[in-house]
C-alpha cells in the first residue's frame, strides 16, 4: 500500500500546530520570543535564537531515543540479522554524548547544576534495552521479515501538512503499511499524557487522510509508545469520523485565536510585543528557556 506525505513549497502565513497552540496558551510572551523573536524591538536575535536551542536532560534524552530508534528502523530495513544489542545501546550512548558535549542545557545555564553524564547514559542503556525486549520490536522484526520497503522513517522537513484547508504541522516518528492498515507510531520517553497525546495521534490521522484521499479513517492505526527505563507502554485509539470532524474545529478555533495575535496574518507579521502579555506562572516560567531576557534580573537565580 502506497502512503504520499506531499512537500510543499515555503509560504508565509502562520501554520497550525500541537506545539504551537500549547505554547500559545501557556504562555504568549515565550510564544512571541519562540515564533516572533525577529520583530523584538529590545532584544537581539541572537540572544533570542541562543535561548530557544537551550535543551535539557530530558528532552535530550528524548532526542536520543528518536535517533537511535531511525538508525534501527533503517537497519531493519536492510537486515533483519539479530541486532547487536551492545553496540546498540553504545550507539545511543555516543550520540548522546555528543548531544551533552556541544549543548547548552537548561540545568546548567539557569540553575548552575553540575550534570553527570553517567546517570543519562544508564538511562539510554536501559530504555533500548526495554524496546529490543518488548512485544512491541517483536511485531516491528516480523513485519519487517515480511515487508519494509513501503516503511516511512521520520520523514524530512517539519511535516507541513493541510488539515481542512488550514496548514498545518504534524510531524510524524514511523509509519508502516501492514495488511490493510497504516500503523503511525511516535516515540515518547517522557510521561504519559492522555488527553495531550491523544490530541497528537487526530492530529496524525488527518493529516495522513488529508494526503491519502484514497484511505479511509478505519484504515489508521496510530500509536504513542512510551519508552521507559521499566517498560513499554502503548496509547492507542480508533479514530472516528465524528472525532475527525471535532477535530477539525477545533484546529479551526486554534487557528483563529494565534491569527488574532498577528497585524498581519498573510506575511504572519506579529502585533507589538506588549501585546503578548508575560505569564508570570512560577510553575511554568521555571522551565521557560527564556527567563533571562523576561524576568526581572532580581528574581532569576544566581549563575555562580
Ligand atoms: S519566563 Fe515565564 S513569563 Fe517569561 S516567557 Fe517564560 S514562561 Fe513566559
Known amino acids: 500500500m ?18 504551537r497552540y500549547e505554547l500559545f496558551s501557556r504562555c504568549k510572551r515565550a510564544y512571541y520570543f519562540s515564533y516572533y523573536g525577529k520583530y523584538d524591538p529590545d532584544i537581539p536575535m541572537d540572544k533570542i535564537r541562543f535561548l530557544k536551542q537551550i535543551t535539557s536532560l530530558h528532552l535530550e534524552i528524548g532526542h536520543t531515543i528518536h535517533h537511535t530508534f531511525e538508525t534501527l528502523l533503517r537497519r531493519l530495513q536492510r537486515s533483519c540479522a539479530p541486532v547487536d544489542t551492545a553496540r546498540f545501546i553504545q550507539h545511543g550512548q555516543s550520540l548522546y554524548t555528543e548531544a551533552f558535549r556541544t549543548k547548552t542545557f537548561m540545568e ?7 550534570l553527570d553524564l553517567s546517570h543519562g547514559l544508564g538511562t539510554i542503556a536501559d530504555m533500548l534495552t526495554q524496546f529490543l525486549e518488548s512485544d ?15 516503511w516511512i522513517i521520520e520523514p524530512g522537513g517539519y511535516g ?15 509509519l508502516l503499511p501492514v495488511d490493510n492498515s497504516v500503523f503511525i507510531l511516535d516515540w515518547k520517553s517522557g510521561k504519559k499524557q492522555v488527553e495531550k497525546h491523544s490530541k497528537q495521534l487526530l492530529a496524525y490521522t488527518a493529516a495522513i487522510l488529508a494526503e491519502n484521499p484514497h484511505l479511509s479513517v478505519e484504515q489508521i492505526v496510530p500509536k504513542i ?4 527505563t521499566d517498560g513499554v507502554e502503548t496509547l492507542s485509539t480508533q479514530v472516528t469520523k465524528t472525532d475527525l470532524m471535532d477535530f477539525y474545529t477545533t ?3 486554534e487557528h483563529g485565536e494565534m491569527i488574532r495575535y498577528c497585524r498581519d496574518p498573510q506575511e504572519n507579521v506579529p502585533r507589538e510585543k506588549d501585546a503578548f502579555p508575560l505569564c508570570n506562572l512560577p510553575n511554568i516560567c521555571k522551565y521557560c528557556q527564556f527567563r533571562e531576557i523576561c524576568l526581572d534580573t532580581a528574581s532569576t537565580p544566581l549563575l555562580f
Open 108 to 114: 546548567e545555564y539557569y540553575d548552575g547544576i553540575t
Open 251 to 253: 484546529v479551526e478555533q
Open 225 to 228: 509508545i512510551y519508552v521507559h
Open 2 to 19: 502506497n502512503i504520499t506525505i506531499q512537500t510543499y513549497p515555503f509560504s508565509k502565513p502562520l501554520g497550525w500546530s500541537i506545539s
Open 160 to 174: 507541513e501538512t493541510r488539515i481542512q484547508g488550514y496548514k498545518a504541522y504534524c510531524k510524524m516518528d514511523f
Open 136 to 150: 512491541l520490536y517483536e511485531w516491528i522484526l516480523s513485519v519487517a521479515k515480511n515487508d519494509s520497503s513501503q
